[in-house]
């Protein structure tokens, strides 16, 4: 479910992750694209620096709503906390593309749109309000450093340019995909989201920091064979993609040879697997994927059985 196969062999361009969070946000309210994209480019003018002066991203960072004790100490500059601040809302809009299932009005994802197309409020009181979202009454500051891991060197933005999770869940995660999982997502200016660089060299320096160790992006995909599906010694899969989910733009969206693929257009992140429908509010595809799924599940044991008894 949700399986970027594509990305992790490195078959597709790594921008493509955030360009399909884009463009769904932009399906799901219209114009939010660029009320995102406005409101960052704000922001960063605010935090543009030059060879005579450096402007005071602690004092930026009150006004957006950050608790003044809470500022990682890997933050030093306008430039790192700028990378690091848009890293962070890229990611929460890939959280939100992640639950957009069923699609509608009453999502995150559009409640998140909803925040940065308010043409009443400032670029400041839009990020302000939109890293407070998640918070509630709870609190009156957001806590930045609540997102970074635990070991050594860490930063806001995982090896794969996310920010996965929190506590010992984003340092395994990490690890991970040091060790064999690299999955680039890059960010570029076919995006709502201001252009963050990446680079194999900024990964193996940055896995260094982290484990000591250079980053191995090809070994995975040998070592189980996915770097070449139609000779992929593994029989009986089955592959089941949301199409709204950032991930299916690296997914395998076609049925081959032992292969099987179901396609939901309406489809989120794993959001067959989120439930035991089909239920009443389930979209009209969403309930047909059941019927698909269970149909190539039972096929496929049919075939295994037939198999063992001869």
């Given at each position: 479910?949700?399986?970027?196969?594509?990305?992790?062999?490195?078959?597709?361009?790594?921008?493509?992750?955030?360009?399909?969070?884009?463009?769904?946000?932009e399906s799901a309210s219209s114009g939010c694209s660029n009320a995102v994209h406005q409101t960052l480019l704000d922001i960063s003018g605010a935090l543009r620096v030059n060879d005579d002066q450096e402007p005071n991203y602690v004092d930026l960072s009150s006004r957006l709503g950050i608790c003044a004790d809470t500022m990682p100490s890997h933050i030093q500059s306008s430039v790192v906390f700028q990378q690091e601040l848009v890293m962070n809302i890229a990611n929460r809009f890939a959280k939100c593309n992640m639950e957009y299932y069923p699609p509608g009005p009453e999502t995150s994802l559009v409640a998140a749109c909803n925040i940065f197309q308010d043409s009443t409020m400032s670029a400041e009181g839009k990020i302000a309000s939109y890293l407070m979202a998640p918070n509630g009454d709870e609190s009156q500051c957001f806590d930045l450093s609540s997102f970074v891991r635990s070991r050594p060197h860490s930063t806001l933005s995982a090896d794969n340019h996310e920010e996965i999770g929190r506590g010992l869940s984003q340092d395994i995660w990490d690890l991970q995909i040091c060790d064999l999982l690299t999955n680039p997502a890059t960010v570029t200016d076919a995006s709502m989201f201001p252009v963050q660089e990446y680079s194999?060299?900024?990964?193996?320096?940055?896995?260094h920091s982290r484990s000591d160790s250079a980053s191995h992006i090809q070994d995975l995909m040998h070592d189980i064979g996915v770097d070449d599906l139609a000779q992929l010694s593994t029989t009986r899969m089955l592959v089941v993609n949301g199409m709204n989910d950032g991930w299916s733009m690296a997914s395998q969206l076609e049925t081959q040879v032992d292969l099987r693929v179901v396609n939901i257009p309406s489809g989120a992140h794993h959001s067959e697997l989120s439930q035991t429908g089909p239920f009443e509010n389930d979209t009209l595809d969403m309930q047909g994927a059941y019927t698909q799924i269970a149909r190539h599940l039972l096929d496929l044991v049919r075939v295994a059985m037939a198999e063992r008894s001869v």
């Open positions: 479910s949700s399986a970027p196969l594509k990305l992790h062999t490195h078959y597709v361009n790594t921008h493509a992750y955030f360009e399909k969070i884009t463009q769904v946000a194999d060299e900024w990964l193996d320096q940055h896995c």
